[in-house]
């Protein structure tokens, strides 16, 4: 149920808002939002044509330095074995394996895991919680939508600062549904768009800043826990929504993803960046072609341009994926654990292909841990272990594509 193509994928990318995209690196850099280059079989032959600009990217060294420059290429990625890690990684909360029974109340918390509130529970004072809901995506039978773009979603204000983010998905009904209805929203990426804006990996990306993305776990991102530190969003800055969402039920549904924002016009807020650190490089396409086994997925990270306070992080891993780890100079700094099926959802049901199977439905946080000078060296190792837990398939039988990204917020 989940094949890519990239092809198709620059193709809707350039004619989608073609008065956003200039030339050929936009249109390269832009791919890499979750482009899904990495393990696809399809359409690659005509990808040189149709993203020079990735291409140069990817072709870069690996000695990215102060700013970027980008482009750790995959061709550094150490797949080797990973050694055991105990604690509570890929930790199954739901009762694993087949029994077939899914749970009808969110299991509890592993102990000292971190796992960020929805942002109502942990509203700041002086902020509002702003709701918007985009759509209707209308999917087929057994359908997906691969990789589309919204290419001006509403953002939730201007002249002010983000200080939350969460994503869900709704269907008609007016409710949030996930897996055990069939339903997923497999990712999305939100990017500010507009004169002023880059991405801070990955700055090739004229005009385009990722802010926020989610998996499935629907995993809530808050600045602001500590400090005042927002999502800078300008008067004239527009928003691109990337989405890839999946119906796995033989009807037609229409899909809203609902974002909830926590947004603030406090003038003493200062502007966060955002390092999306990820396993295919700084301008990397974020997908990977699977395999089975104990595996760890990394590259030579990213050399800090800015100093500030690490102020939020969480892991992003497809299934079979166990940790995502941070490290600064070589240590460890975060660890994102992947739990799965501790909320109720998360665990497929009766009619699906494989039921009582638990997808990730949690990902730990870390927040105020430190702070990190321009000049150190951050990377991600994500862990896999298929044993542990299966990779995810598509409906043809083949494995999908995996990832290993984690989204780290920097108060400067
Ligand atoms: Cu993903």
């Known amino acids: 149920m989940r094949s890519f193509s990239l092809l198709l994928t620059t193709t809707r990318l350039v004619a989608a808002a073609p008065q956003l995209f200039g030339g050929s690196g936009l249109s390269g850099g832009l791919s890499s939002l979750f482009g899904g280059l990495g393990g696809s079989s399809g359409g690659l032959g005509s990808l040189g044509g149709s ?8 072709g870069s060294s690996s000695s990215s330095s102060g700013g970027g420059g980008g482009g750790d290429d995959m061709a550094g990625m150490d797949m080797g074995s990973s050694g055991s890690s105990g604690g509570m990684d890929g930790m199954d909360m739901g009762g694993s394996g087949s029994s077939g029974a899914a749970p009808t109340t969110d299991g509890p918390l592993p102990e000292g895991a971190f796992i960020e509130k929805s942002l109502e529970t942990t509203k700041v004072p002086g902020t509002q919680i702003v709701e918007m809901k985009y759509g209707p995506y209308s999917i087929g039978p057994m359908g997906m939508l691969e990789n589309r773009i919204d290419a001006n979603v509403k953002v939730p204000c201007t002249n002010c600062f983000i200080t939350g983010i969460q994503a869900d998905l709704y269907d008609d009904s007016g409710k949030s549904v996930n897996i055990d209805q069939g339903a997923w929203l497999h990712h999305m990426v939100l990017s500010l768009m507009g004169l002023g804006n880059k991405d801070l990996v990955c700055p090739v990306m004229i005009g385009t800043q990722r802010i926020f993305a989610s998996g499935n776990e629907r995993t809530p991102v808050r600045i602001n826990g500590k400090y005042k530190y927002g999502i800078k969003v300008g008067a004239g800055d527009s928003m691109m929504l990337l989405y890839d969402l999946v119906n796995d039920l033989d009807k037609k549904r229409n ?4 974002m909830k924002y926590e947004t603030t016009t406090d003038r003493e807020y200062k502007a966060v960046s955002m390092a999306w650190l990820d396993v295919t490089g700084n301008c990397g396409t974020s997908s990977v072609k699977p395999r089975n086994g104990q595996y760890d997925l990394q590259n030579s990270g990213w050399t800090s341009s800015v100093s500030g306070r690490l102020l939020s992080a969480t892991g992003h891993v497809h299934d079979g994926g166990k940790v995502v780890k941070l490290y600064k100079n070589g240590e460890v700094i975060c660890t994102s654990d ?13 009619d699906a292909m494989n039921p009582g199977l638990t997808h990730i439905s949690d990902t730990t946080s870390c927040i105020d841990f430190g702070d990190v000078r321009s000049g150190d060296k951050l990377k991600i190792v994500a862990t896999y272990d298929t044993e542990a837990h299966a990779l995810n398939k598509m409906m043809d039988g ?4 995996i990832m290993g990204i984690s989204q780290v917020y920097i108060g400067s």
């Open 398 to 401: 083949e494995e999908q594509e």
């Open 51 to 58: 993203s020079g600009g990735l291409g140069g990217l990817g």
């Open 255 to 258: 899909y809203y993803i609902v």
């Open 338 to 350: 992947q739990i799965y099926g501790r909320r109720v959802g998360y665990t497929e049901g009766q």
